[in-house]
Every structure is written in C-alpha cells, then in structure tokens.
C-alpha cells in the first residue's frame, strides 16, 4: 500500500530553521517526481518545491533561497529543510507524489503542521 | 506567478449540476493538457479527481468531469450530493519556474 507521512512539524521562531521529513511505502522515492505543497490556516494550496527523479531540485519563489530538499534513497525518505522561516511559512506542509506517467499528484500525506511565532 | 483564477465560491442543490471554472494563462492552463483538480473536504487531505484535464482516476464518481477551452479549465460535478460539499482545486503545469500552479480554490456548498 502507498503511504506518505510526513513528520517534523513544530512551533519555532521567525528566522528559526525546521527539517521536515516524508517517509514513503509501497513505491520507491527516487522513482517518482515528489511534491512538496502547503496550506496556509484557511487558506488555499501552494506549490512549494519539487524534487526530480535525478536529483534536480525546484522552489516556488516565495522560499527560493530559504529552503533545500534532500532525499535519502536508503530511508525511502524526502527532507524538506526550511532556513530563515518567516510567519508567513505557518501552513500544514503536504508530501505528494506526482503520478509516474502523469503531471499530477496522485498520492498525498496528512500533512504537518509548522507554525513560526515569536 | 499568478494562481490561476477560480470562483470562491459555488452552490446548488441536490440533483443539479455545478460548474467550477479556472481561468489561467498561456503559460499554464491554456499552454498545456496538464490540468488536475483536487477535491479537499474540510479537515482532510486534498483529493486527485481529474488529471491531464478530462481524466478520472480508479474510483472517483463519474458525476465529476472536465474539460478545457483556451485559458480556462473547467470542472463540472452532476447529481450533486452532499457529500460533494468541499473545497475544489484545480492545478497545471506551467512553463514558469514554478513549474506548477495551483488555483485560487472554490467552495462547494449544497443548499
């Protein structure tokens, strides 16, 4: 069964830095394009980041600069390392798989909650 | 990078049809098939329901259909339930740096 679950979510200052993990089951992370995608508190969806099968990495201009993603192909787990957060990074952040033969995210996490308050 | 532009809001009762729109650019929605739409019920996790604009995935009702016309997409959901009530996105590839773009997102509500 393919699983996503996201881990590492917490409270933390402005300008402090958080490592979010995504540990994938029943497919290979380095197999797929993954996805990372947040939502602000009532708010819509944001493409943040993406993680091409050979390593290449994208941001959404709103992070470029402050967050990296890593993949460790040993642990079948994604790291989403956020530098510098700012209020305005408080979202539940997202795992998706994009589809292995589509341009869409077939398979999603529960999420994990990053809130940056002083 | 604008978000492609959806109503906030839709309503209908049950039975009847609604149509949800998402109106981007060249360099996204009209420039490429790549439209999906995410079915997000409150409190849960966002749900795949169409992909490459008009396509449903394994189990999704056939009540949801899509389709696409210069910049907009569309999303239409017939015999409306109430379990239908939830947030609807749509997303597209986009050519900018971003590479994908998710819409403004629009509520479903059933009167």
């Known amino acids: 069964e393919v699983q996503l679950v996201e881990s590492g979510g917490d409270l933390v200052q402005p300008g402090g830095s958080l490592r979010l993990s995504c540990a994938v089951s029943g497919f290979t992370v380095s197999s797929h394009y993954m996805t990372w995608v947040r939502q602000a508190p009532g708010k819509g969806l944001e493409w943040v980041s993406v993680i091409y099968t050979g390593g290449n990495t994208y941001f959404a201009n709103s992070v470029k600069g402050r967050f990296t993603l890593s993949r460790d192909d040993s642990k079948n787990t994604l790291y989403l390392h956020m530098d510098s957060l700012r209020p305005d990074d408080t979202a539940v952040y997202y795992c998706?798989?994009?589809?292995?033969?589509?341009?869409?995210?077939?398979?999603w996490g529960q999420g994990t909650l990053v809130t940056v308050s002083s | 990078q604008s978000a492609p532009t959806q109503p906030a809001s839709v309503s209908g009762s049950p039975g009847q049809s609604i149509t949800i729109s998402c109106t981007g650019t060249s360099s996204d929605v009209g420039g490429y098939n790549y439209v999906s739409w995410y079915q997000q019920r409150p409190g849960n996790v966002p749900k795949l329901i169409i992909y490459?604009?008009?396509t449903r995935p394994s189990g999704v009702s056939s009540r949801f259909s899509g389709s696409k016309s210069g910049n907009t997409a569309s999303l239409t959901i017939s015999g409306l339930q109430a379990e239908d009530e939830a947030d609807y996105y749509c997303?597209?590839?986009?050519?900018?740096?971003?590479?994908?773009?998710f819409g403004t997102g629009t509520t479903v509500t059933v009167l």
């Open positions: 998706a798989r994009r589809a292995a033969a589509a341009h869409t995210l077939d398979r």
């Open positions: 997303s597209s590839y986009t050519s900018t740096s971003t590479l994908e773009v």
């Open positions: 490459d604009v008009r």
